[in-house]
Each structure stands twice: as structure tokens, then as C-alpha cells.
């Protein structure tokens, strides 16, 4: 198998698991954050910078590199490691969740999606097996099924129909996989917010004995009790010996509440994003570096925090260079904050191993957002 | 003096000069290309990166940074160098060039200039003592006299008044100018495409005794030749043990003749603007690497360059991060094309150093523009 999941220890208090992740590009310490590099690229970070912030694995968008540059090219340099020059481990997903969110006039059909390019409208068709042969092409060590994310709220019925769906999607793609030796395929938990559809999703998954499950369907519009709510029907269902991986999140209070319920991998643009639009996380909460406030503020970011940023540049002059165009300040705000959430999940894992994931929770709860229950979702 | 050139040596076939200029931040050794970081940052690349790829002295813009911080600021922070984090020697402008290239509905009169911000048309003054004032806030190592560059072309009488203003507000900047001790005030010659102007206002300046003398009102649409023709009676009038700084210009033939002809000192936003274009110095002439053509070319942008850019990726894949707009595209050829000048200018010492500049010039022409007298312009 490609990928082999390493049970290390259960964290006494809350649950939570510690473990190592073995893929052909190296070693995952788990729970982990995944930075997400879409376009073949983690957005003004550079791969060195990735090391020295201590990424352990990216994910990359398979709808997006099928548009742009296309998998063949991807394929013909040499698969995706050697493209962008990033020799860590990689997973793709399946191109299912940009098909229903990005693309324009989709049509579900049996056999796949039909859709139109957001970038020109050209007709392009994904299915279970052409996402099979874009992973294949572009060779991450982890790859994912193709599913359908149901829209939230749907009917029951719908999400039943879709979830059955995305598990005959699983069946053809584990059939059409042609490189399970160098590439593992998760298969997707589906079934919405309903527990008797997510348990019998999550038991068809495991008796096909894939190397790994994700949860998808969730941090899509659902109130985070009930996205905890429902990991609390589903994790219990999934083997110990093998990883899983929450898709989508990545605000710090669901990091660290989804490694309490179970979860080894996460990703998210969250980071990514408010970066490019000034804001940022630190040790003391959310902090929107381009407000006035801070133009005459010379000291770092997050005064707790060791990154790049913080060691050298000021709240003052990232404003600057935000209000200026500047890009460079867009890389310095999108370092800190990729740097703060693998250093969240570094203390986590240190959490678990000392038995104190609820305690660190709540400590941490209070400091970046001043109470146990926030409102804020990130 | 905050500022001292030592001369080292003649090219004996060319007659360039080998030097190094001593500053409050380190020795530079010239001739050498300064990278243009306008807003208080070299577009797209970091400090550290600047020192990767030996850049020893950067230019910043007084215009720029007086609209956006504000010099007040920029002091609070303890100085240009620890605002943007560079320990290196830097050179500010005076604000002039800027003032007349970007602003709006502005009026000269003897006390110095009125004009609207490009940014948000707010009514501003810079005259000789603001310019210092703005310069001895920044903190810079060398800074530069607050000057006309006179459009061209121009009536030789407008021309004259000009210079002779110039020569005037120079003299109020030598008044006003507070830290002579840490900075260097640099004279501007001007006088236009005439040559008795130029001797005179290079005459002029002399007198003064000056750390450091620039000639300016050249690389303004006037043809190359006759940018040298000036040049070769200008340099002549300026004393050997000073440094001499020939500004705008930064087209890789301009700079080898330039050193030629006895310049110390370039800087230009050619590299970093091209490079956001997509447009590549390479040892093979110009490269505009977002071309179809390099869709599929998994070769570096330049064989023969052993920069960060051309070690880690291909044209194939910064023509993705290009077509795609992630501004790592745009780090990566800006990355490249300053090293290519940096390199070239230690090439251009090493040749003087070794009397053959002459002959290394016809070399690189050949090889670059195919021609020794090319059409092109870069």
C-alpha cells in the first residue's frame, strides 16, 4: 500500500489520536494541517518557505490543474512534486467539490458531471474515472475518490440519492486507479446531516478496506455543533489503523475540536485567504493588520510568535505594504498565518502525547477568542 | 564623510573604473546595478532573497514613500533599514523624477514645486529643504539632491534655467541637509543633450566638493547614442576619487557602456518591471516566457543561470503561475532578472579587472542581441 496510517497514542482526556502518516514522499506527523497550494502553488509562498514553517504536506485542486495547466503537461514534467518543486508529500482531491461550487450549467448525470469551465465556458466532463486519470497523471501521494458534496440544507432523499451515488463513484474509481502502488485512494464519508446516512456510508467505505477515509459534506453552511455532532456519529465508525481526514476546515477552534473528535488531516484556505485580505490570526485572536489602528504600530504581528514575519517585519510596515499593493505583504501575512495554524496543530500533537487536548483546548479557546464559546467562526 | 570611494582600478582597454564605495552600511563594490525598491520594497522579493543573489545596495523613492507612509513614520520606525529589514546600504532619490513623471498639475517656481498626489490629488510641496527633510527622516546612505530633470526634448534655454535652478536648489539642499555624518548628499548634473551646459553644470558641482556626483536627464527618450554622446562629455569633468551614478538606466547594453564610459552607479525598474510582464533576461537575449510556446518547455528559463528561479523550475511552470495570476510567477522572474544584471555587473568587474571589458562587451552583445548594434532597446 502507498500509504500506511502508524497508531502512535490516545490522549487520555480527550480521545484524541496521535499517529504518522507513511506515504513514498516522506513521513506525516499527525493531527496535521494541510496548506492548500490550488493552482500548483501555495499562494505567494514559496516551497522552502513550506519547510521552513514546517508543512509536512500540501493538497493541491485537481479541477483546477484539469483547466489549468492540464494533468498531461503536469504528467509530461514529470507528475506535480517535480512541477512545483515541492518533494513532500501531496494529496489531490478529486475535482468534486470545485465542479459543484466553481463551474457554471453542471449536470449530474450517472456517469459523471457535465460542466462548463469558470475560466472560458468551455464543456468539460469530470466522472470517477477521468478523475482517476488526472490524479493518476499528476501523482500525488494521496488521492480521492470522486464524490458528490450534496448542497446544504438538501433533502434527505436527495442526500440519500447522492451518497449512494458517490458510493458506486467510489467503486469505479478504486476500478479505474491505476497506480495504487505509488498513490493511495481515500474513499469520502457522505450523507449530509443525517446519522443513519453517514453510518452507512462509513460502513460500505470500510469494507472496502481503502487506505484511508475522508469526511466530506461538512463546513458548508451547518452550524459547527452540528458539524461536531455529526463527527460524532461518524469517526466512531472508522477503523483505528488508518487515516482520516476532515476536508475543508481549518478556523484554529475546529482544528483542534476535529483532532478531539478523531480526525488526523484537515485542510482549508482559510489562512490563505484572510491573509490576502489583511487579516490575520494570532496568539491573542484575530487581528485585521490593514486597519488604521496599526499604522503607526512598529511591533510584530503576534509578539508570542518565532515565524519570518514576526522576527522581522512590523504590524506598521505589512499595513504599508498591504495599503500599497505591495505583494510582498501578502506573502509576509500569508507565511504568519499558515506558521501560526502548523504551529496550533504542533502544540495539539503535543497535547495528545501529554494527555491534555481538552485543558490546551480551553486555554486556547480563551486567549484567541476570549471565551469557551465563541460566535466568531474564525 | 558618511561616504567614500576608493578607486581601484582602470580597465585597460576600456578605460571603466574598478572601485568600492565605503558607506555607513558596508562596502559596495561597483560598478554595480542597485535593484529599485520603490514603496520601501523590491517588488515581490524579500531582503533575504536580495542577499542571495548579492545585491548590495538597493534604491528607494522619496516621492513614493513621502505620499505612502510618510518619512514621519518611516523615522518612527527607527529608519528606512529597519522598516523594510535591509542592513545594507540604500540610496534614496529626491523625489524630483517622481514629482515631475507621476504627479498631477504641478508648478515650478524657484521655491520648488507644487503638485496634486497621484494617489489621492492632495495639494503637496516639495522644494530643496522639504526633499532633505523627507531624506535625512528615511535615513538613507546616500541621498540625492532635490532636482529638475528637464523634459526633451526641450528648448536649450528652458534647458539652461533649469540647470542653473537646479545648481540653486542644490545648494539650499547642501544648507538643509542635518546628518551629513551618516548620509551622503549626491549633486545631479543635468544640462540636457548640450554639451556646454553639461560641462558647466559638472563644473559647477565639482566646485562644491561632494561625496558623490549623478548624472541625471539621460534614458528619457533620447536615442543610446545619444545617451553616451553625453556621457562621454560629462564623466570626464567629474573627479576620479568620487562616485559616479548614471540614474534610470538599466538595459544590459547601457550598463556595460555605461561602466565603459565611467559610471559607477545604475538603477532602473527594468528587471522587476519586465519580469511582472512575464519578459526574462536570459544569457540568449530576451525571453517572454507567457508565450505558447514555452506551454510545454520543462527546460529553465536560462540554461546557462544557476539563480533560485532557474534551479527549481521551467519555463512550462512559471508560464502556469503567469497565465494563472499567482504572484509566485511573478516572484520567480523578477527573482531571476535582478540576479541576471547583478551578475552581469560582477562580470563587468571581473572584465575590468582583467583589462578586457572591450572585448567582453562585443562577447555579451553577440550573445544577447545577436548584433553589436542592436535595434532593441533591452
Partial sequence: MAVRYEFIKECKQSGARLGRLHTPHGVIETPIFMPVGT???????????????????????????FLRPGHELVKEAGGLHKFMNWDRPILTDSGGFQVFSLS????????????????????????????????NALGADIIMAFDECPPYPADKSYVKASTDRTYRWLKRCMEAHTRSDEQALFGIV????????????AKQLVDLDLPGYAIGGLSVGESKEMMYEVLSYTTPHLPQNKARYLMGV???????QGAIQGIDL??????????????????????????????RDFTPLDPNCDCYTCRNYSRAYIRHLIKADETFGLRLTSYHNLYFLLDLMDKVRDAIRNDRLLDFRDEFMIQYYGSLHPDTSF
Wanted: aromatic letters at 4%.
Fill in 266 to 295: 484537515f485542510d482549508c484556505v482559510l489562512p490563505t485567504r484572510i491573509a490576502r485580505n489583511g487579516t490575520t490570526m494570532t496568539s491573542q485572536g484575530r487581528l485585521v493588520v490593514r486597519n488604521a489602528k496599526y499604522a
Fill in 190 to 201: 457522505q450523507g449530509g446531516m443525517h446519522e443513519d446516512l453517514r453510518q452507512e456510508a
Fill in 250 to 256: 481549518g478556523s484554529p477552534d475546529a482544528l483542534i
Fill in 39 to 65: 493552482q500548483a502553488t501555495v499562494k505567494t509562498i514559496s516551497p522552502e518557505e513550506l519547510k521552513e514553517m514546517e508543512a509536512q504536506i500540501i493538497l493541491s485542486n485537481t479541477y483546477h490543474l
Fill in 104 to 135: 457554471n450549467l453542471r449536470k449530474i448525470t450517472e456517469e459523471g458531471v457535465n460542466f462548463r469551465s469558470h475560466l472560458n465556458g468551455e464543456k468539460l466532463f469530470i466522472g470517477p474515472e477521468t478523475a482517476m486519470e488526472i490524479q
